[in-house]
Structure formats: structure tokens, C-alpha cells
């Protein structure tokens, strides 16, 4: 069985800020691991990726993410928040090989503050 | 290219009606899959097509809920007797990678009344 963990639901930061949005997940197998993002009214997109390669993994619009096995994490982060990051934010896992279902976090909204 | 896309984008219906809800994957995409997003569950798997193996159908809440893939294309999602506690976007995923990487539609808002 598989599960995500992403503590809070709601984090706000100032423009140029520093975005750290955290994710824990729990995996009997050896998973993969994503990180998907969600404007209003719209399905969801990819930000990045971990199957096992690198440990630091780099993403679409300024975001990397770090998979730690040790503390079972992969927190996303972004050095400097721009306005047009404000949305919803899901960590999600699924078993490592081909296709298979992902489980998601329950999502973190971002805020970003002028 | 053209993503996934499902149909139709809003769906408003009465409890006790049934439902098809629609998704064309990406071209060529070999696995196909039905989530749903509500409020008080976040998102939850519902079922998942791989090719020609017989679908994963362990997320299905109830046995109102069914879904198809026809020529390995295109899938709907039939809900029966809806109840209001159906209501929410049902997300449909395309994956053609070994990494498992998946693209989804942008989802149809089903309300019952």
C-alpha cells in the first residue's frame, strides 16, 4: 500500500520568497514520485518527476524537488515565488516500473503575497 | 499536439439519472485512467485500462459505477442512479511511458441535484 502525507493545506508566501511546499509518503515498494500543479477550472500539470535517477530532480517553471530516502520526503521548492505560482499543489506516488494508478496527497493551496 | 480531452466539461443532473461521462486520451497512449476529485476525498483513483488487460477497477466506490475503453481509445465513465455524493470532477489520465508519467484532461464538474 501507498500513501502521501502533506502537512497543512494552506501555505502563503511573499513575492521572492522562498516556496517550500513538503511532502511524505509511505511505499512498500520502491516508488515513483511526482509533484502536479493545479490552476482554477483546470485539469492538472506536471511540474516534475523522480524514478529513481537523480535524487534532485528539476521541473518546469523554476521547481526542483529533492527525494530523501531516508526521511521518505520529496519536498518541492522554488527560490523566489512569483504571482503566477499561486494554485493548488499535489504530491502524488505510485509504484516504480510501467503505468500503474498514482496516490495523491490531499494538496497544499500556495499563496503568494505582493 | 493534442492533449487529453474529456466531455463534457459540465454535467448537471438529477439524482436517480444515469450519466456517461467522456475521454479521449492522447494518440497512441496505451494506458487510460478515471479519477475523481471532490472536496471532502481529495483525489482518488477510480479505475485504470492497460491496453488489453482486464481494466483495475479496484477504486470504483459502488457497483453504479462502470467504465469502458473501446479499440483501446476512447473511455466513458458511466455513473447509474446517480446520488448527490457523486458529485465532483472526474479526471481522466493518458500514460505511454515507463515512467509512469500522466496527462490529464482538464475534467467534467458533475452536479446532482
Known amino acids: 500500500a501507498q500513501s502521501v502525507t502533506q502537512l497543512g493545506s494552506h501555505v502563503s508566501v511573499s513575492e521572492g520568497a522562498l516556496v517550500l511546499l513538503r511532502c511524505n509518503y509511505s511505499?512498500?515498494?520502491?516508488?515513483?514520485l511526482f509533484w502536479y500543479v493545479q490552476y482554477p477550472n483546470q485539469g492538472l500539470q506536471l511540474l516534475l518527476k523522480?524514478?529513481?535517477?537523480?535524487?534532485l530532480v528539476k521541473g518546469i517553471n523554476g521547481f526542483e524537488a529533492e527525494f530523501k530516502k531516508s526521511e521518505t520526503s520529496f519536498h518541492l521548492t522554488k527560490p523566489s515565488a512569483h504571482m503566477s505560482d499561486a494554485a493548488e499543489y499535489f504530491c502524488?506516488?505510485?509504484?516504480?516500473?510501467?503505468?500503474?494508478?498514482?496516490?495523491f496527497g490531499k494538496g497544499i493551496t500556495l499563496s503568494v503575497r505582493p | 499536439g493534442a492533449g487529453v480531452s474529456q466531455s463534457p466539461s459540465n454535467k448537471v443532473t438529477e439524482k436517480g439519472k444515469d450519466v456517461e461521462l467522456r475521454c479521449d486520451p492522447i494518440?497512441?497512449?496505451?494506458?487510460l485512467y478515471w479519477y475523481r476529485q471532490s472536496l471532502g476525498q481529495g483525489l482518488e483513483f477510480l479505475i485504470y485500462?492497460?491496453?488489453?488487460?482486464?481494466?483495475?477497477k479496484s477504486g470504483l466506490p459502488s457497483d453504479r459505477f462502470s467504465a469502458e475503453r473501446t479499440g483501446g481509445s476512447v473511455s466513458t465513465l458511466t455513473i447509474q442512479r446517480t446520488q448527490q455524493e457523486d458529485s465532483a470532477v472526474y479526471l481522466c489520465?493518458?500514460?505511454?511511458?515507463?515512467?509512469?508519467?500522466?496527462?490529464f484532461g482538464p475534467g467534467t464538474r458533475l452536479t446532482v441535484l
Open positions: 489520465a493518458s500514460s505511454s511511458t515507463r515512467y509512469n508519467e500522466q496527462f
Open positions: 511505499s512498500s515498494v520502491p516508488p515513483y
Open positions: 523522480y524514478t529513481s535517477a537523480a535524487t
Open positions: 502524488a506516488v505510485s509504484e516504480s516500473g510501467a503505468n500503474s494508478k498514482l496516490t
Open positions: 494518440s497512441g497512449h496505451t494506458a
Open positions: 485500462f492497460q491496453g488489453n488487460s482486464a481494466p483495475d
